[in-house]
């Protein structure tokens, strides 16, 4: 059974940071392209960033050069830095492999910017 389990949000102020964790049980990690997926209230969940397992990231527009993701594969873990983070930020975070599959999707992990 596939388990992915996020960790790391909370609230935090305009211009702060977070570090989000992910991690993964139930598959051969090290094999899966990672994905970090984020939902708004109201708007379809979209993916934020991607790494493949030999380092190669890719992200969305409204997060580069702020949104960092990495990953452990000794851990099976997958990490998303965030720094000047925004009030458009806001979002429940989720990891996921990439393309998604449905049957991973685990709880999630709310991220509040706000002052």
């Known amino acids: 059974q596939v388990q992915l389990v996020e960790s790391g949000g909370g609230l935090v102020q305009p211009g702060g940071s977070l570090r989000l964790s992910c991690a993964a049980s139930g598959i051969i990690f090290r094999l899966y392209v990672m994905a970090w997926y984020r939902q708004a209230p109201g708007k379809q969940r979209e993916v934020v960033a991607r790494i493949d397992n030999g380092g190669y990231t890719n992200y969305a527009d409204s997060v580069k050069g702020r949104f960092t993701i990495s990953r452990d594969n000794a851990k099976n873990t997958v990490y998303l830095q965030m720094n000047s983070l925004k009030p458009e930020d806001t979002a429940v975070y989720y990891c996921?492999?990439?393309?998604?599959?449905?049957?991973?999707w685990g709880q999630g992990t709310q991220v509040t910017v706000s002052s």
């Open positions: 996921n492999v990439w393309p998604s599959r449905s049957d991973y």
